[in-house]
T-cell receptor
């Protein structure tokens, strides 16, 4: 068990470009969550998957955002036509069902849109 | 949705001092967790404590669910305790977390 892995750790992109982030959860965890954190704030929920099914999306997740979890394993979060307001830390977490003790976060991907 | 308020927003201590961080929430919850975010952004799960009291070394936490608050105690603080402490709660079956704004703790040598 190597924890939750996120790639890349940092991404700098020009406004208007598309970016994709990857999250590899703990292998036996069936739930996977994406959160976004801006400077000085706590993380905010974006979306979550149970196995391969995306069960809930926050209204923060505009049409430019899409997330997938093919085969219930790793997940990707894509942002199309990035805007400066998308600059943030994107955090992934996984858990077994909804059990609190198993809620583990990755180190995050820091996105800077210039 | 559930509102989460943390206090104080900032706290500066000398090494060896004790501290108490508070988390108030606006509705009943089935999940409450305390996290420590280190300077590199990693969120470390400290406690899962929707009710009751738990202790782990120099840290302990108490949640009084009926009064909708939780406390995190740090004793004999060390410089490595510095960082942001978040309280996060959920009240639904999906266990998505709502975070407070955090308490920024600075422990000086």
């Amino acid at each position: 068990d190597t924890g939750v892995s996120q790639d890349p750790r940092h991404k700098i992109t020009k406004r208007g470009q598309n970016v994709t982030f990857r999250c590899d959860p703990i292998s036996e965890h069936n739930r996977l969550y994406w959160y976004r954190q801006t400077l000085g704030q706590g993380p905010e929920f974006l979306t979550y998957f149970q196995n391969e099914a995306q069960l809930e999306k926050s209204r923060l997740l505009s049409d430019r955002f899409s997330a997938e979890r093919p085969k219930g394993s790793f997940s990707t979060l894509e942002i199309q036509r990035t805007e400066q307001g998308d600059s943030a830390m994107y955090l992934c977490a996984s858990s077994i069902g909804g059990t609190g003790p198993g809620y583990t976060f990755g180190s995050g991907t820091r996105l800077t849109v210039v | 949705g559930i509102q989460v308020e943390q206090s104080p927003p900032d706290l500066i201590l000398q090494e060896g001092a004790n501290s108490t961080l508070r988390c108030n929430f606006s509705d009943s919850v089935n999940n409450l967790q305390w996290f420590h975010q280190n300077p590199w952004g990693q969120l470390i799960n400290l406690f899962y404590i929707p009710s009751g009291t738990k202790q782990n070394g120099r840290l302990s936490a108490t949640t009084v669910a009926t009064e909708r608050y939780s406390l995190l105690y740090i004793s004999s603080s060390q410089t490595t305790d510095s960082g942001v402490y978040f309280c996060a709660v959920s009240g639904g079956s999906n266990y998505k977390l709502t975070f407070g704004k955090g308490t920024l703790l600075t422990v000086n040598p």
